[in-house]
C-alpha cells in the first residue's frame, strides 16, 4: 500500500502552492443563494389585488392567510380536474374594509398571521454560512493545518513519512562510494545511541557535488528509505519570493517543522539558487536571496544534531557557493557523486531494464562499452527511448537494434531522412565525414571510429563520425590532445583536398579545435613558448565547463602571445591532417564512395575497408 505525500507545510489549499483560490470563494457564495431560495422560499404565485378579488368573486379562492403586508392563500380546484397540488398565491394587501365581508359570503376559510421577519431572515444566512464553514475546514482538514492566503512565510518542503520515498540503496547503482559515505548517516538514525555512548557528533550537514543526472536527488530519497525516517524535500528556488523576508521566514519554518519530527532528513536540491556567494551582486546591497542564506546558516548553527536531524543538499555548482556554508559544523561533509564508470553503466542499466522486455539477444556489457560519458538519467532514456523504438515498429520485445538505435538519437539527435541534401552537397558531406574517420584511424591515440554515417540527425548535423574509447579516461596526454584536434580538422582538410575549397560544415569542428588548443595554452601548460604556466585563473564550474567564461587576469602582450601560441597549434595540426589524408588519398575515396552508396559505415566494415591504417608509417607527423 503506497502513501501519498503529505501536503502539510504548503501555503496553500491548492496542491500546486499558490494563494486561495477566487473561485473557490464564488462558489460558495452561489450555492449560499441556491440553498437560500431552495430553504426558505415557498412556490408561491404572485397574483395582483385585482385578480384576487375577481377570483374572489368567481368562488374560485379556497383557504387564505392574511398578514399585515401580504395576502396568501389557496385556490380550488376545479370539478373533475386531475388531483395536482393547489394553486398557492400570494398578494400584496391593500385597506380594503369589504375584505372580510366578502370572505365570509364566499365560504372561504381565512386566518390572520403576525409576520416575524427576524427569524427568518437570520436562518436565511445562518444555515448556508454555517455550511461554508464546515466546507472550509474540511478543505483545511485535506490539505493540511496551518494554510492560508498570506501564509507565505511557511515552507514549501514536500513531507514523505517513514518509507514513502519508494527509494532504497537497491534502486540506485554506479555510485558505490557515495553510498559507503551515506551509511554513515544512516546508521546514526537508525541508532543515534551508539553514537552519543562514546561522544562523537554526526555531521550537521552533507552535500551531494556531481554533473547533472548522476542520481544526486535519487540517492536523498534512498537515505530517506533506508533510515524510515520523515523525509523533507524542497528546492533552493522555493525559498526565494519577491516579497522582502520570505525567504528566511521559510527557513525558519523549515527548521522548526524538522526540530518537531526529528529524528528525520532535510533535502535542499539545487542548494545553488540560495547558497551563492554573498557579495557577488554589487547592484543590490540587501539581496533577498542574502537574507535567506545568512538565516540559513543561522540555523543551521542553532539546532542539536543530537536530535537526528540531517541535512542534506545537492548542487552542481558547488564552486559558487558561499564558503561559510562548507566550513565544519555546516555541510561537514562533501560526498562526490561521479559519473558511473563501465561497471556502474552496466548495473544502471541493468535497473532500468527490469520494467522492459528485452530480446535475448540484448547484451548490456556491450551498450554499458557503447555510453561512456553518460550518466544515470542518460542511460534510462537509451533504455526509455528503444522501448518506444521497438512500440513504434511493432515489436514483442526490445533488441539491440533499437539500443543502438536509442544511442544515436541521443548522441546527435533524431534521424532526419525527410532532410534531402542535393547530390553535389551530399558528395561534400561524405569526404568531410570519410576525413574525419581516416584521420582518427591513423593518428596513434584517437578513439576508434565506431560509426560512420552521412544522414542527417538533429537540428544541424548532416553527418557525424562516432568514436568511443576503448576505456574510461580521466587523463589525457599532450600528445592525445594534440591527436583529437587533428581528428577535429579532418573534415575541413579533406575538402580543401577534394574539392580545394571548403565550407561552413565545419563550424563545429574549428570551434572544438579552437578551445581545446586554448586550454592548452591557457590553463594545462602545455605550450612551448608559455611553457608550465596557466595563465588564466578564476573560480570555473568543475561540473559544467560550457557555462565558464574565465576572467582576464593577464596583460595585452601576453594576450597576444596566447592568441598566437593557440592559432599555431591549431595550424600545425591542420597541416598533419591534410599531410595523413594526401597519403591515403585512394582510401579517402574508397570510404567516400561507400558513404555515397550506403550511407552509413560500421566498425567492422570500416576495418575492412581501411586495413590497419595506424601501423603503416605516418608521413611526417608533427614538427613539434
Not at 86 to 94: A, E, K, M
Not at 458 to 471: H, N
Not at 581 to 592: F, G, I, N, P, Q
Amino acid at each position: 500500500m503506497s502513501q501519498q505525500p503529505n501536503n502539510r507545510g504548503r501555503n496553500s489549499f491548492r496542491p500546486g502552492g499558490g494563494p486561495f483560490p477566487l473561485w473557490y470563494l464564488l462558489v460558495a457564495i452561489g450555492l449560499m443563494l441556491v440553498i437560500q431560495n431552495l430553504l426558505f422560499t415557498q412556490p408561491f404565485e404572485q397574483l395582483p389585488y385585482s385578480e384576487f378579488k375577481a377570483y374572489l368573486r368567481q368562488g374560485k379562492v379556497a383557504e387564505v392567510q392574511i398578514g399585515e403586508q401580504t395576502i396568501r392563500g389557496k385556490l380550488r380546484q376545479p370539478p373533475g380536474s386531475p388531483q395536482d397540488p393547489p394553486r398557492r398565491f400570494t398578494t400584496v394587501r391593500v385597506e380594503d374594509p369589504d375584505l372580510i365581508r366578502e370572505l365570509e359570503a364566499q365560504g372561504v376559510a381565512y386566518r390572520g398571521q403576525y409576520e416575524n421577519e427576524f427569524v427568518k431572515t437570520l436562518l436565511s444566512w445562518l444555515v448556508p454560512l454555517g455550511l461554508l464553514f464546515l466546507f472550509w475546514m474540511l478543505m483545511a482538514r485535506r490539505f493540511g493545518p496551518g494554510q492560508g492566503v498570506m501564509n507565505f512565510g511557511k515552507s514549501r518542503a514536500r513531507i514523505y513519512a517513514e518509507r514513502a520515498t519508494g527509494v532504497t540503496f537497491a534502486d540506485v547503482a554506479g555510485a558505490d562510494e557515495a553510498k559507503e559515505e551515506l551509511q554513515e548517516i544512516i546508521d546514526f538514525l537508525r541508532q543515534p545511541q551508539k553514537y552519543a555512548a562514546l561522544g562523537g557528533r554526526i555531521p550537521k550537514g552533507v552535500l551531494l557535488v556531481g554533473p547533472p543526472g548522476t542520481g544526486k536527488t535519487l540517492l536523498a530519497r534512498a537515505v530517506a528509505g533506508e533510515a524510515s525516517v520523515p523525509f523533507f524535500s524542497l528546492s533552493g528556488s522555493d525559498f526565494v519570493e519577491m516579497f522582502v523576508g520570505v525567504g528566511a521566514a521559510r527557513v525558519r519554518d523549515l527548521f522548526k517543522q524538522a526540530q518537531e519530527k526529528a529524528p528525520c532528513i532535510v533535502f535542499i536540491d539545487e542548494l545553488d539558487a540560495v547558497g551563492k556567494a554573498r557579495g557577488i551582486n554589487p547592484i543590490q546591497q540587501n539581496d533577498e536571496r542574502e537574507q535567506t542564506l545568512n538565516q540559513l546558516l543561522a540555523e543551521m548553527d542553532g539546532f542539536d544534531p543530537r536530535k537526528g536531524v540531517i541535512i542534506l543538499a545537492a548542487t552542481n555548482r558547488p564552486e559558487i557557493l558561499d564558503p561559510a556554508l562548507l566550513r565544519a559544523g555546516r555541510f561537514d561533509r562533501q560526498v562526490v557523486v561521479d559519473r558511473p564508470d563501465l561497471q556502474g553503466r552496466l548495473q544502471i542499466l541493468q535497473i532500468h531494464a527490469r520494467k522492459v522486455r528485452l530480446a535475448p539477444d540484448v547484451d548490456l556489457q556491450v551498450i554499458a562499452a557503447r555510453t561512456p560519458g553518460m550518466v544515470g538519467s542518460d542511460l534510462a532514456n537509451v533504455i526509455n527511448e528503444a522501448a518506444l523504438l521497438a512500440a513504434r515498429h511493432g515489436k514483442s520485445a526490445v533488441t539491440m537494434e533499437e539500443l543502438d538505435k536509442a544511442i544515436d538519437r541521443i548522441m546527435a539527435g533524431p534521424e532526419k531522412k525527410s532532410r534531402v541534401l542535393a547530390p553535389e552537397e551530399k558528395r561534400r558531406v561524405a569526404y568531410h565525414e570519410s576525413g574525419h574517420a581516416l584521420v582518427a584511424e591513423a593518428v596513434p591515440t584517437a578513439d576508434p571510429v565506431r560509426k560512420v554515417t552521412i544522414i542527417p540527425h538533429g537540428v544541424a548535423a548532416l553527418g557525424y563520425t562516432q568514436q568511443l574509447p576503448t576505456q574510461d579516461r580521466y587523463l589525457y596526454t599532450k600528445e592525445e590532445l594534440l591527436d583529437r584536434i587533428t581528428v577535429l580538422l579532418g573534415g575541413r582538410a579533406a575538402e580543401e583536398v577534394v574539392f580545394g575549397s571548403v565550407s561552413t560544415g565545419a563550424q563545429d569542428d574549428l570551434q572544438r579545435a579552437s578551445e581545446l588548443a586554448r586550454r592548452m595554452v591557457t590553463e594545462l601548460g602545455m605550450s612551448e613558448l608559455l611553457g608550465p604556466y596557466a595563465v588564466e585563473q578564476g573560480r570555473q564550474p568543475l561540473f559544467l565547463p560550457n557555462g565558464y567564461q574565465p576572467v582576464k587576469t593577464y596583460s595585452e602582450a601576453t594576450a597576444q602571445r596566447v592568441d598566437r601560441e593557440a592559432q599555431t597549434i591549431v595550424e600545425r595540426m591542420y597541416q598533419r591532417a591534410r599531410r595523413i589524408l594526401e597519403a591515403h588519398r585512394d582510401k579517402l575515396e574508397t570510404l567516400a564512395q561507400y558513404l555515397l552508396a550506403h550511407e552509413a559505415i560500421d566498425q567492422p566494415t570500416l576495418a575492412t575497408l581501411l586495413g590497419n591504417v595506424r601501423t603503416e608509417a605516418e608521413p611526417q607527423l608533427v614538427d613539434w
